[in-house]
C-alpha cells in the first residue's frame, strides 16, 4: 500500500511539473512571436505593405520560415532571423500565430 501511495504521489507531481512546462513554453513561444511585431505588427496584424500572419494556415506559415531559414525563399532580413531558431521552434512559431485571429 505504501508503495502505491509514493507511486501515485510522484504520478501526481510529474503531471503537474509537465503542465507547468507546457506554460512556460507556450509563454516562451509568445515572447519569440513579440520580436516579429517590429514588421509583422502586434498580433500578427501588420500595417499595409508588410505581410500579416494572424490566421495564416499554419503549414504555410511553417514552409515560409523554413524556406527563409535554408535560404530557398528571398529576404530581405527573414533569412538572417530564421537562422537564430531550430526547425521545432519555427514550427512553433507557425502554430503560434495560425492560432491568432486575422
Given at each position: 500500500?505504501?508503495?502505491w501511495?509514493?507511486?501515485?504521489?510522484?504520478?501526481?507531481?510529474?503531471?503537474?511539473?509537465?503542465?507547468?512546462?507546457?506554460?512556460?513554453?507556450?509563454?516562451?513561444?509568445?515572447?519569440?512571436?513579440?520580436?516579429?511585431?517590429?514588421?509583422?505588427?502586434?498580433?500578427?496584424?501588420?500595417?499595409?505593405?508588410?505581410?500579416?500572419?494572424?490566421?495564416?494556415?499554419?503549414?504555410e506559415?511553417?514552409?515560409?520560415?523554413?524556406?527563409?531559414?535554408?535560404?530557398?525563399?528571398?529576404?530581405?532580413?527573414?533569412?538572417?532571423?530564421?537562422?537564430?531558431?531550430?526547425?521545432?521552434?519555427?514550427?512553433?512559431?507557425?502554430?503560434?500565430?495560425?492560432?491568432?485571429?486575422?
Amino acid at each position: 500500500m505504501k508503495r502505491w501511495t509514493k507511486w501515485a504521489l510522484v504520478c501526481a507531481l510529474a503531471g503537474g511539473a509537465m503542465g507547468a512546462w507546457a506554460q512556460a513554453d507556450a509563454l516562451q513561444v509568445r515572447s519569440w512571436a513579440a520580436a516579429c511585431a517590429n514588421c509583422h505588427g502586434t498580433a500578427g496584424i501588420a500595417q499595409p505593405g508588410m505581410e500579416s500572419l494572424a490566421g495564416a494556415p499554419k503549414d504555410e506559415l511553417a514552409k515560409k520560415l523554413l524556406d527563409f531559414k535554408a535560404g530557398r525563399k528571398p529576404a530581405t532580413i527573414m533569412h538572417q532571423l530564421s537562422k537564430g531558431y531550430s526547425d521545432e521552434q519555427l514550427q512553433q512559431l507557425a502554430a503560434y500565430f495560425a492560432a491568432l485571429k486575422k
